[in-house]
């Protein structure tokens, strides 16, 4: 695929896009430019809370409630985790275990484990575990599979 900038000096940006016909590539690269400007609400300290997908590092399911961190601060939800996997989307964000979704854009580093598991370590130094049941699916989608 060939792709072409155009710096500009006023007005808004705006991305087109030409083809044939839609690919699996551009099908994807439009799902990235819709889900990625997305924000979500949720509360934090009773108040309600903006809080930009981009930001997200992960998102967890505890004891029925749902929480979203980000490198500052934890912002308790109003959607089930399930819900929140459908709002991110799956172009940056990977359900890695019954109760995380990941930040794919947000991990520093990787590491394999015994019994097929994945240690993520986050830009922020926090670790997450890729439980053995979505790690091949994890390994493909580094690789660039869906």
């Given at each position: ?43 934090k300290d009773g108040i309600r809370t903006v809080v930009e997908q981009p ?66 370590t986050m830009c922020n130094g926090e670790r997450i575990m890729i439980s053995r049941t979505y790690a091949s699916d994890f390994r493909k989608r ?5």
């Amino acid at each position: 695929m060939k792709y072409t900038i155009e710096h500009i000096s006023q007005g808004e940006d705006e991305v087109i896009l030409r083809c044939h016909s839609p690919s699996a590539e551009m099908e994807q690269l439009i799902h990235f430019l819709e889900f990625r400007s997305r924000k979500l609400i949720g509360n934090k300290d009773g108040i309600r809370t903006v809080v930009e997908q981009p930001k997200i590092l992960y998102v967890e399911s505890v004891e029925g409630k749902t929480f979203a961190y980000t490198e500052a601060e934890v912002i308790q939800m109003e959607h089930s985790l399930t819900q929140m996997e459908q709002l991110l989307g799956a172009v940056n964000f990977f359900r890695c275990s019954k109760s995380v979704i990941l930040n794919i854009d947000k991990v520093r580093e990787l590491r394999s484990l015994a019994s097929n598991r994945i240690e993520a370590t986050m830009c922020n130094g926090e670790r997450i575990m890729i439980s053995r049941t979505y790690a091949s699916d994890f390994r493909k989608r580094l690789k660039g599979g869906r």
